[in-house]
């Protein structure tokens, strides 16, 4: 045994053959002399789990497979856009310069031919043709609301489904998100008209009252009008902005869970609970990134619509004001199709953080996360089928 443990100890059988290069003293630098290996621990990439221990599926796509942190959820907000462009800022793109394209002609023919009949009537026929007007503003802006509720409709339901079926790595085309969004299309135009008539009747409510009140023709009538006209605004806002957290889950919940509308409101209200001041931070960082955004980007185009204006109209006459609406269509065209796309990247990340939002939720509450790892591990079944009610 002794002589083994000195033929280990060296390859000559006697003693240990000292290293010749003896390690610097501090501050020394020896030539060709490299610190000894280290016996720290591997890293954690390299280091090998025990048997048997269950190491969770690696993130298949979008996100992580596990409730989200802010960082992740925001991320992942503006990670849409480049994860599946074509079903996602393509139809947004369409629907939203299909909207401004409308709201630019109804605008332009009814100001341009108002002004032109106003200047040629007479006195006794004025108020009517000015009535008139006013009713064609009145049913074209109705059009022009209808469209963009059938197409906002339409975007929360395609981009739902992509942010869904991306937790999961997958990129569902854009004719396949389309139609996934058809089958669910009039709960969520339902929802939309439903939205959208609530704010209409409380705003023409407080402007009844405004009236009324400042119809007295007193000065205390008046400054009360003001008050509840502001203070009534304000209230609006606060109230719209409460509903649009309580309510963000809604087209997730009709989407994926195949939901009517009033069962899809009780379900966010629902899942909700706990997370509003976080959805709603979210929800403004996001508009305010955006906002910031499209105001950079549109303002050079801007300078050029101005400068084409006066390209094309050098000689127009600042008291026309046909001329003045025509001049101003004009201009604002390149700003205007700029700020759409900005918007329609907007929308996409807003509706994003809606459906991510959503998910965080039911991974939180009901354990959607083991449900998504185990259909990203053995596939098979839809693990966005509706919860026992």
């Given at each position: 045994?002794?002589?083994?443990?000195?033929?280990?100890?060296?390859?000559?059988?006697?003693?240990?053959?000292?290293?010749?290069?003896?390690?610097?003293?501090?501050?020394?630098?020896?030539?060709?002399?490299?610190?000894?290996?280290?016996?720290?621990?591997?890293?954690?990439?390299?280091?090998?789990?025990?048997?048997?221990?269950?190491?969770?599926?690696?993130?298949?796509?979008?996100?992580?497979?596990?409730?989200?942190?802010?960082?992740?959820?925001?991320?992942?907000?503006?990670?849409?856009?480049?994860?599946?462009?074509?079903?996602?800022?393509?139809?947004?793109?369409?629907?939203?310069?299909?909207?401004?394209?409308?709201?630019?002609?109804?605008?332009?023919?009814?100001?341009?031919?108002?002004?032109?009949?106003?200047?040629?009537?007479?006195?006794?026929?004025?108020?009517?043709?000015?009535?008139?007007?006013?009713?064609?503003?009145?049913?074209?802006?109705?059009?022009?609301?209808?469209?963009?509720?059938?197409?906002?409709?339409?975007?929360?339901?395609?981009?739902?489904?992509?942010?869904?079926?991306?937790?999961?790595?997958?990129?569902?085309?854009?004719?396949?998100?389309?139609?996934?969004?058809?089958?669910?299309?009039?709960?969520?135009?339902?929802?939309?008209?439903?939205?959208?008539?609530?704010?209409?009747?409380?705003?023409?409510?407080?402007?009844?009252?405004?009236?009324?009140?400042?119809?007295?023709?007193?000065?205390?009538?008046?400054?009360?009008?003001?008050?509840?006209?502001?203070?009534?605004?304000?209230?609006?806002?606060?109230?719209?902005?409460?509903?649009?957290?309580?309510?963000?889950?809604?087209?997730?919940?009709?989407?994926?869970?195949?939901?009517?509308?009033?069962?899809?409101?009780?379900?966010?209200?629902?899942?909700?609970?706990?997370?509003?001041?976080?959805?709603?931070?979210?929800?403004?960082?996001?508009?305010?990134?955006?906002?910031?955004?499209?105001?950079?980007?549109?303002?050079?185009?801007?300078?050029?619509?101005?400068?084409?204006?006066?390209?094309?109209?050098?000689?127009?006459?600042?008291?026309?004001?046909?001329?003045?609406?025509?001049?101003?269509?004009?201009?604002?065209?390149?700003?205007?199709?700029?700020?759409?796309?900005?918007?329609?990247?907007?929308?996409?990340?807003?509706?994003?953080?809606?459906?991510?939002?959503?998910?965080?939720?039911?991974?939180?509450?009901?354990?959607?996360?083991?449900?998504?790892?185990?259909?990203?591990?053995?596939?098979?079944?839809?693990?966005?089928e509706p919860a026992p009610r």
């Open positions: 045994m002794a002589d083994q443990a000195d033929e280990w100890a060296s390859p000559s059988g006697g003693a240990p053959t000292p290293d010749p290069v003896q390690p610097p003293r501090y501050g020394e630098r020896i030539p060709g002399w490299t610190p000894p290996a280290s016996d720290a621990a591997p890293p954690p990439s390299v280091q090998q789990l025990p048997p048997g221990a269950y190491t969770p599926p690696p993130k298949p796509g979008l996100i992580p497979l596990h409730p989200l942190s802010f960082g992740q959820l925001l991320g992942a907000a503006f990670a849409v856009l480049r994860y599946n462009p074509r079903a996602t800022i393509v139809p947004t793109l369409i629907v939203n310069l299909v909207q401004v394209a409308l709201t630019l002609a109804l605008f332009g023919v009814v100001g341009a031919s108002a002004v032109g009949r106003i200047e040629n009537a007479s006195d006794a026929d004025r108020g009517a043709i000015i009535a008139g007007t006013v009713a064609e503003g009145v049913l074209g802006g109705l059009v022009v609301a209808a469209v963009a509720i059938f197409g906002t409709a339409l975007l929360q339901g395609m981009l739902v489904h992509v942010v869904a079926r991306g937790t999961l790595g997958e990129r569902p085309r854009a004719g396949e998100t389309l139609r996934r969004a058809l089958r669910s299309g009039w709960p969520l135009v339902g929802f939309g008209a439903l939205v959208a008539g609530i704010e209409v009747v409380v705003l023409v409510v407080l402007a009844l009252i405004v009236t009324a009140v400042a119809l007295t023709g007193s000065t205390v009538g008046i400054a009360l009008a003001v008050v509840i006209g502001v203070l009534g605004f304000l209230g609006f806002v606060l109230g719209v902005g409460f509903l649009l957290v309580k309510l963000a889950s809604v087209p997730s919940a009709i989407v994926l869970e195949h939901r009517g509308v009033f069962s899809a409101i009780g379900r966010s209200w629902t899942l909700m609970r706990g997370a509003f001041w976080r959805t709603l931070g979210l929800y403004l960082l996001v508009v305010i990134i955006v906002g910031i955004a499209g105001n950079i980007v549109s303002f050079p185009f801007s300078i050029l619509g101005g400068a084409l204006g006066g390209l094309l109209f050098p000689d127009a006459s600042s008291t026309d004001p046909a001329q003045i609406i025509q001049t101003s269509l004009i201009t604002s065209i390149p700003s205007t199709i700029v700020t759409s796309l900005v918007q329609g990247i907007g929308v996409v990340a807003q509706v994003s953080v809606f459906a991510l939002t959503y998910l965080d939720r039911r991974m939180r509450r009901e354990g959607l996360d083991l449900e998504l790892q185990r259909v990203a591990e053995q596939g098979g079944g839809d693990p966005f």
